[in-house]
């Protein structure tokens, strides 16, 4: 069974569009993604195959209304949480000031 | 994309978990930036234009290249190696019967040590669906028309394997030095959605 990432030869998607002198990064935060994935990996808290997973896993819906990064974010979460390094509550904010 | 996101509470939530990551020593202080200055000083599409303007000056190097693409390029100081493994790089070359254009379907795998970061358009469902489907048509919305006889090959690029194209030499441009060809090399042109 194919995953909502397995988009190769899927029917349906518009004209590709080129975004005009596009810069490498949108945001700040989309840097700090590339970068904190990257730290991570190097630590060794997961490999790449889980974090290419862990994109892949989400859900259809979720995974095409997030843009590129966001979707780098949810599974670097979804990682930490797996793995045991924060909670979900703890990575949400949740408990800041408590 | 995340350009048309209100992203103020995404930008929120990365630096939360950054900050809590430092404080239970899982980032040393400045990791973060130390990485980002990093990448940004990283891959470029410089690279492959030096690459593809070696190619077309030395046909030895060509050859090398074609067969053996990790090899060569450490002839001109570049590498796969950057991450935490090696990947398998291949270069295609363009003929005039042939043409031929990367993507990766299942993400955004690509040649960033070669490339740099990989435009916006490689990574969305648009590109990667309809690509390996209709790369006529897709080339079409680049503004790319090849002759009806020119045989399209897709490369689909995954974690271990990357892809680089060769583009073919422009007419005319015998007068020119390495520098100079390089200068004519575009990022479009290095992925297979443009021609040289």
């Known amino acids: 069974m194919s995953r909502i990432n397995d988009v190769g030869g899927m029917l349906g998607f518009p004209a590709v569009v080129e975004e005009p002198d596009e810069p490498a990064f949108h945001a700040d935060w989309e840097a700090h993604v590339v970068a904190l994935n990257a730290a991570l990996l190097r630590r060794g808290v997961y490999d790449l195959d889980e974090f290419r997973d862990a994109i ?3 859900p259809p819906q979720e995974y095409l ?3 590129y990064y966001e979707k780098w974010f949810r599974a670097i979460t979804t990682l ?7 909670t979900p509550a703890e990575l949400a904010g949740e408990l800041a000031g408590g | 994309m995340s350009a048309t996101h209100d992203d103020a509470p995404v930008a929120a939530r990365v630096r939360h978990v950054e900050a809590l990551l430092e404080q239970r020593g899982w ?11 990093a990448f940004a000083a990283g891959g470029s599409p410089a690279h492959g234009a030096a690459i593809t303007a ?3 000056v030395d046909p030895g ?19 796969m190696a950057g991450g935490l493994q090696e990947q398998q790089l291949t270069v295609v070359a363009n003929s005039e019967d042939e043409h031929h254009v990367v993507v990766c379907t299942l993400c955004s795998c690509y040649p960033i040590a070669l490339l740099g970061p ?3 358009w490689y990574r969305s469902e ?3 669906s309809r690509v390996v489907r209709e790369p006529r048509a897709v080339l079409r919305d680049f503004g790319v028309e090849l002759p009806a006889t020119t045989r399209i090959t897709v490369w689909d690029a995954s974690a271990e394997s990357r892809y680089m194209v060769l583009p073919r030499r422009p007419d005319a441009t015998e007068g020119l030095d390495e520098t100079a060809l390089a200068g004519l090399v575009t990022r479009k042109g290095l992925i297979g959605t443009a021609v040289v």
């Open chain 2, 126 to 128: 648009a590109y990667r």
């Open chain 1, 80 to 86: 930490l949480a797996e793995k045991g390094i924060a």
């Open chain 2, 27 to 37: 980032l040393a202080p400045g990791e973060i930036d130390e990485r980002i200055d």
């Open chain 1, 65 to 67: 209304a997030s843009s």
């Open chain 2, 118 to 120: 990989s435009p916006g």
């Open chain 2, 61 to 79: 190097f060509r050859a090398r290249l074609l067969a053996d693409a990790n090899t060569a390029i450490g002839e001109l100081g570049y590498s």
């Open chain 2, 54 to 56: 070696r190619a077309w």
């Open chain 1, 56 to 58: 892949e896993r989400m």
